[in-house]
C-alpha cells in the first residue's frame, strides 16, 4: 500500500512542480517598479515643457479678446455719437443703456466681474473725446494693457494690473 502511495505522489511531483512555474510566471507579468518611475518622469517632462505653453496661449486669446472689446467699445461711441448722443460720447452704463454694448462687457469694471481677465473703462468722456482702457484684472490674465480714443487707434503697454489705463499710451498695434 506504501509503495503504490508513493508512486502516486512521485506522479503527482511535476504536475505541482509545473503548477507553481506557472504562477511564477504570472507574477512576472507586471510592471517593475523602476519602469513605472521611468513612465511617470517622461510624463512630467512631457508636463514641464505643455503648461507654460498652455499658459502663454491662454494669456495671449485674453488679450485678443481684450483687443476686441475694445474695438466694440470704440465702435459703439461712434454709433453713440452720431444717433443718441448727438455729437458727444457715453459712459458705459450709457452705452449699455443703448443696447450697443452687452451687460458682460459693460459691467466688467471690476476684477471680479472681469471679462475673458481683463477689466474696462471710459475715463471722462468729452463732446470731442473718450479714452477707452482695458487691464488685466491679475497678473497671469495679460501682459499689456489696451487703450483707444475717438481715433479709433488702439495703443499697447505695459500692464498696471487692475487699473485701467486713463490717457492713450504705448505703441499702436495693428488694426
Known amino acids: 500500500m506504501f509503495a503504490s502511495l508513493t508512486v502516486q505522489l512521485h506522479a503527482m511531483t511535476p504536475t505541482i512542480a509545473r503548477r507553481r512555474k506557472s504562477f511564477d510566471d504570472l507574477n512576472d507579468r507586471g510592471f517593475s517598479l523602476i519602469e513605472l518611475l521611468i513612465v511617470v518622469a517622461i510624463i512630467g517632462i512631457i508636463a514641464a515643457i505643455a503648461i507654460p505653453n498652455l499658459l ?34 457715453a459712459t458705459i452704463q450709457a452705452l449699455k443703456d443703448n443696447s450697443l454694448i452687452d451687460a458682460l ?10 471679462r475673458s481677465g481683463y477689466i474696462f473703462g471710459i475715463v471722462n468722456p468729452t463732446p470731442s473725446n473718450f479714452v477707452i482702457g482695458a487691464a488685466p484684472a491679475s497678473a497671469y ?3 499689456r494693457n489696451f487703450t483707444s480714443d475717438a481715433t479709433g487707434i488702439i495703443y499697447a503697454a505695459a500692464a498696471t494690473v487692475g487699473t485701467v489705463p486713463t490717457a492713450t499710451s504705448g505703441a499702436a498695434i495693428g488694426n
Not at 59 to 67: D, G, M, Y
Open 105 to 114: 462687457l459693460a459691467d466688467a469694471t471690476s476684477a471680479p466681474n472681469s
Open 56 to 89: 502663454a496661449s491662454r494669456r495671449a486669446a485674453n488679450e485678443a479678446a481684450a483687443i476686441q472689446a475694445v474695438r466694440t467699445i470704440s465702435s459703439a461711441q461712434a454709433t453713440y455719437s452720431t444717433t443718441t448722443g448727438n455729437g458727444t460720447y
Open 141 to 143: 490674465r495679460g501682459t
